[in-house]
């Protein structure tokens, strides 16, 4: 007697077994429906024999309806790999009801029949609907899958119905089970992979339906046995197929007399079955196999649902306890003493038997952990694999072969904190005995059982007990994941931070008495500003209602400007967005009586300060007495570069009321007059016409910046919250985390695109290009293990405006070519994005 591996089923085909179960019966014909093939028990069905049947044509065979019927079913084939099904057909035009499944076989039209059963009747629809809202109601998921199987027996009546579901090994257990009162119980059960052999997994995803109605029924020959092409008939989607003999003598081994499977689909991959048995043969009516089908169906989509948001809940989980982590970790201190004081948090996040960290040499280790004297044996091993990347494996032997070490601990994760070798975060994981309870042994004898020298399925079910040793609990995708996110916060945030803390420090020292100087100059810059303001705005005041009113206006002024200059450290600042904060703060209702026209420009932090409060003061005149006050009324501002570098702005009126000159100067005309000349040295001036009112600025170059286009661009642009009106049509979102993706979608659409296409690598982002044609691009810099240059590159090639998100500040990633790009750093809000989409489309 030779122990061997049961793969050897692996090879049987058992598609093309050349018959179907007798209860009935399989006609084949031709595509110009000649019939080809039928099963010799014809003549229970038909009245006449195989040889009597050889080349009839379908008409002279079928009833007009039936074939009519048939015909017009099979057009709905003409596009897919599946089955059709008719209930209650007069097939043979002699009065007698048949329920019929069609498909294609190569080139061959498959009808099988079988009796209609009239009476009890099952409508798969209201049904099914009633299946899925009991197992909808179920909160957890173990209940859930018992429901099922529950909902399946109901329609089936089989003794027991079970849900099985298949390991990442080939082998599946029993997660869920139904059984009728007496009926052992089989939950909990695993079976080998070589119990449902590999053609056979292959075959339930293609042919979901497999029904087995007596294990010791006879079986129809098809009649010829061989096809034109000198093949057996391929029945992969037939509902009537023969079952191989091997598999039958495994049921009669169990005692069962029918059998039923119904595969479980989830993201086209086979997850399990509902695995159903009868001990005793069950001729199942085709109404009600149809129905447990298109329940299946319609579980398989609810469970991949119920399995994503697991994987959800569990990710969100994990965010927290990872978050509240992060958040306590100090930026003082040695890389080795921030990790090594958060070892106990750090087993939180992961479940482990113990964890150390290695930096620079130093180490440390809390639980279940490698010993100092023994990381020689494997550091050398993660300093060779690939570098800033994790390395988990639950069987250490395999790499580094049997030793004391690898029989203690056989379960590594070992993630690097460093962008040099030997720094390392590790989690160890002992060894599990891992008591696994298998409906029998995975590896059968070979006996000489009704088949000849093949292998007999086991003649004993006894559970028996497998003991797997040398490894540890395995590392779940779930538990890389989160990871592979602390990876990413530990060398993004955490050890960069740290790595130069002393360098900060020592500047931070060096800078502090400038910054203080600084700070008391620019606060007392700022109360003189307020408190001249405040002086000369009161002498002009008519009232004080009147006082007040133009002293907030002109401080609030001052503030947009000084939000505008403070986000980018005080940095030069859009002239466009000066004036549409003006114009849009004073009223949004101004975006059709005003427009702006010149090219991108770049006004230096002092300069800005002061054309604020010259601006405010022109748009509130315009408002209360000019063009802005009259529906009719049209402002047009427009500035150019000179030759020497200089800005001139010109403001013209067109279209309000006649324009009066004012009786006295007051302190706004004095701002409009003599800011920028006392100021920035520069020129202003302004004309009261009756037509409207016309002004003229210029700006001494020491204050412009001029961005580097060919030409100031000529579009006319409206006024209004979203300053720049270029169509949004359509956007892409380049972002791998999910939430944030779905965040910041909302938040594009919300600025006016219509259409926003995500994409979580740089693959997807590059298949989204070259589908269809984008108007704009929100990228993430980081994208896990690559980032989005290349999609950058691309996009900048086609001339499609973008800008980058990261959740740091540093963009080191980024190559000059991009250094002009913007960025907004993460989280950031709708406001800002809008603002920066604006600019970045405007100046494309």
């Given amino acids: 007697m030779t122990t061997v591996d049961l793969t050897n089923c692996d090879r049987e085909p058992i598609q093309f077994l050349g018959g179907v179960q007798a209860f009935g019966c399989l006609l084949a014909f031709s595509n110009d429906w000649l019939l080809a093939h039928v099963s010799e028990n014809c003549v229970a069905f038909t009245g006449r024999t195989p040889e009597e049947l050889s080349g009839v044509q379908a008409v002279h065979l079928l009833g007009a309806y039936a074939f009519q019927e048939i015909r017009g079913r099979l057009q709905w084939l003409q596009y897919s790999d599946s089955t059709e099904r008719l209930f209650g057909l007069d097939l043979f035009g002699d009065g007698k009801s ?16 079988e009796p209609s059963e009239m009476t009890n009747r099952l409508d798969a ?98 009649v010829p046995a061989i096809t034109t092409t000198g093949e057996p008939l391929d029945l992969s989607l037939s509902v009537l197929r023969s079952v191989s003999e091997i598999h039958l003598e495994y049921l009669r081994n169990m005692g069962v007399g029918a059998s039923l499977s119904i595969s479980i689909i989830v993201d086209g991959r086979l997850w399990g079955l509902f695995a159903c048995h009868h001990y005793s043969p069950k001729q199942m009516s085709f109404d009600r196999r149809t129905t447990a089908e298109l329940f299946s169906q319609m579980f398989s989509r609810d469970l991949a649902r119920r399995l994503q948001d697991e994987v959800l809940n569990h990710e969100e989980r994990a965010r927290v306890l990872h978050d509240r982590i992060m958040s306590s970790i100090s930026v003082e201190g040695s890389v080795f003493q921030n990790l090594s004081s958060y070892m106990e948090p750090f087993m939180d996040v992961v479940s482990c038997d113990g964890v150390a960290v290695l930096v620079d040499g130093q180490y440390t280790s809390l639980g279940l952990a490698a010993r100092k004297d023994e990381l020689e044996e494997f550091v050398p091993f993660l300093n060779r694999t690939a570098a800033s990347k994790l390395f988990s494996t639950h069987t250490f032997s395999k790499f580094l072969g049997e030793s004391d070490f690898t029989r203690r601990i056989p379960g590594l994760l070992a993630i690097p904190v460093s962008r040099r070798p030997r720094d390392y975060l590790l989690f160890f994981r002992g060894e599990v005995v891992q008591s696994v309870t298998w409906a029998g042994n995975p590896e059968k ?13 086991r003649k004993s079910f006894e559970a028996w007990k497998q003991e797997v040793v040398g490894q540890s609990a395995k590392w779940t995708a779930a538990e890389l994941k989160i990871c592979e996110s602390l990876r990413t916060t530990l060398l993004e945030v955490i050890l960069r931070s740290v790595d130069m803390n002393e360098k900060l420090q020592k500047e931070a020292n060096e ?28 002498e002009t005041a008519e009232s004080t209602e009147h006082f007040t009113k133009l002293l907030d206006g002109r401080i609030k002024a001052l503030a947009r400007a000084h939000d505008q200059i403070t986000q980018d450290q005080w940095s030069p600042a859009p002239l466009t967005s000066l004036f549409t904060n003006e114009l849009t703060a004073y009223s949004p ?30 748009v509130t005149n315009s408002a209360k007495h000019g063009a802005l006050s009259a529906s009719g009324g049209f402002l047009t501002v427009e500035w150019t570069p000179t030759p020497e570098g200089d800005l001139e702005i010109s ?21 409009i007059e003599h800011s920028i000349p006392h100021e920035l040295n520069g020129e202003a001036a302004i004309e009261y016409l009756p037509e409207g009112v016309r002004a003229s600025f210029r700006i001494p170059a020491d204050y412009v ?55 979580k690598d740089v693959e997807t982002g590059l298949e989204v290009i070259a589908a269809d044609k984008l108007d704009f691009a929100l990228l993430d810099i980081n994208l896990g293990r690559e980032n989005s240059i290349p999609i950058a590159q691309k996009l900048r090639d086609l001339g499609v405006p973008f800008i980058f998100a990261s959740g740091y500040e540093d963009t080191s990633l980024l190559d000059e070519s ?3 790009v913007p960025v907004v750093i993460k989280p950031f809000s709708k406001e800002k994005l809008e603002e920066l989409v604006s600019l970045k489309m405007e100046e494309d």
């Fill in 445 to 457: 004898p070979v006996e000489l059982g009704p088949n000849g020298p093949r292998l007999t399925p």
């Fill in 705 to 759: 910046e001029l961005d580097k286009l060919p030409q100031p661009p000529t579009i006319v642009r409206a006024v209004t919250r979203n300053a720049v009106q270029v169509p949004r049509s359509k956007a892409l979102l380049v972002e791998d985390n999910m939430i944030i993706a779905l965040d910041n979608e909302d938040m594009l659409r919300e600025i006016g695109f219509v259409d926003v296409a995500l994409a």
């Fill in 589 to 618: 209702t101004y975006g059709d009586s005003a427009r702006l026209l010149g090219p991108h420009v770049m006004i230096a932090p002092l300069a800005f300060s002061t054309m604020a409060l010259v601006v405010h003061e022109m």
């Fill in 125 to 222: 629809i209201s049904a099914v609907r009633s299946m899925m809202a009991r197992i909808d109601a179920a909160e957890e998921f173990d209940e859930f899958l018992s429901d099922a199987a529950r909902q399946v027996r109901t329609v089936t009546d089989f003794d027991r119905v079970m849900v099985y579901r298949f390991m990442d090994d080939g082998s599946g257990q029993v997660v869920a089970e139904s059984r009728a009162p007496g009926v052992d119980s089989f939950l909990g059960l695993r079976y080998p992979a070589s119990d449902i052999p590999v053609q056979a997994r292959q075959l339930y995803i293609r042919n979901q339906f497999r029904i087995i109605s007596d294990v010791n029924g006879k079986v129809a020959r098809i």
């Fill in 651 to 671: 403001w013209v009126e067109a279209g309000g009321p006649p324009v009066v000159p004012p009786s006295r100067r007051g302190f706004g005309s004095t701002i």
């Fill in 98 to 113: 048949y329920d019929v499944a069609l498909h294609r076989s190569g080139d061959l039209i498959i009808l099988e029949c």
């Fill in 818 to 820: 991009f250094k002009n």
């Fill in 511 to 538: 800078r502090q008495d400038t910054l203080i100087a600084e700070l008391n100059h620019r606060v007392r810059n700022i109360l003189t500003l307020i408190q001249g303001l405040v002086s000369r705005t009161m």
